[in-house]
């Protein structure tokens, strides 16, 4: 059985072929999407047309899929993050977990693996008690036999460094 990514076999997938100068761009993009290509082009030794020229094929291609925000979930009212593994019996619907993902906005990703569990879900709430609640929810969900949830602690990203520091972001 192929394993399965958004959609796309990963049996049937091709990886795109990139340079260290594409790999710095991805790089520098993740860590702040918003920069200039002038900027890009300093830090890469490129002009700013040659960087959006390669930025554009890295999205035609599917390498960089869309940009997005990092949010500061402590200051936007929901300081706690859980992961939530979810069990279910028999062969596992797992299209109704993320339905009922998709409708609770706390649900920040799902997560299916191969082996126990079968999923996990990504939470941040704004305390312990809509945790509790969220979770009810899951668990109410189809053949769902048990869940454990995991309270964040600290978290380490590599890929939420912040500007100037050098460091990697870590967040409570």
């Keep these: 059985m192929a394993l399965l990514t958004h959609g796309i076999s990963l049996a049937t997938m091709s990886a795109v072929e990139l340079d260290q100068i594409d790999h710095q761009i991805i790089e520098l993009l993740s860590r702040n999407a918003r920069r200039t290509m002038a900027d890009i082009g300093e830090?890469?030794?490129?002009?700013?047309?040659?960087?959006?020229?390669?930025?554009?094929?890295?999205?035609?291609?599917?390498?960089?899929?869309?940009?997005?925000?990092?949010?500061?979930?402590?200051?936007?009212?929901?300081?706690?993050?859980?992961?939530?593994?979810?069990?279910?019996?028999?062969?596992?619907?797992?299209?109704?977990?993320?339905?009922t993902a998709m409708q609770l906005s706390e649900v920040q990703a799902v997560f299916t693996t191969a082996g126990d569990p079968d999923a996990l879900v990504w939470l941040q709430v704004p305390d312990v008690e809509r945790l509790g609640q969220v979770i009810e929810q899951?668990?109410?969900?189809?053949?769902?036999?048990?869940?454990?949830?995991?309270?964040?602690?600290?978290t380490w990203s590599r890929h939420r460094a912040f500007e100037g520091d050098g460091q990697t972001a870590r967040r409570p």
């Excluded at 949010?71 to 992961?83: L, S, T, Y």
């Design 43 to 99: 830090k890469v030794s490129l002009s700013a047309s040659a960087v959006t020229r390669r930025i554009e094929r890295l999205e035609r291609a599917g390498v960089i899929a869309g940009y997005t925000v990092v949010v500061d979930h402590r200051k936007a009212g929901r300081p706690i993050q859980a992961f939530t593994e979810v069990r279910f019996a028999g062969t596992a619907d797992l299209q109704e977990i993320k339905e």
């Design 138 to 154: 899951l668990r109410r969900r189809g053949r769902v036999t048990g869940t454990k949830t995991l309270i964040v602690l600290d």
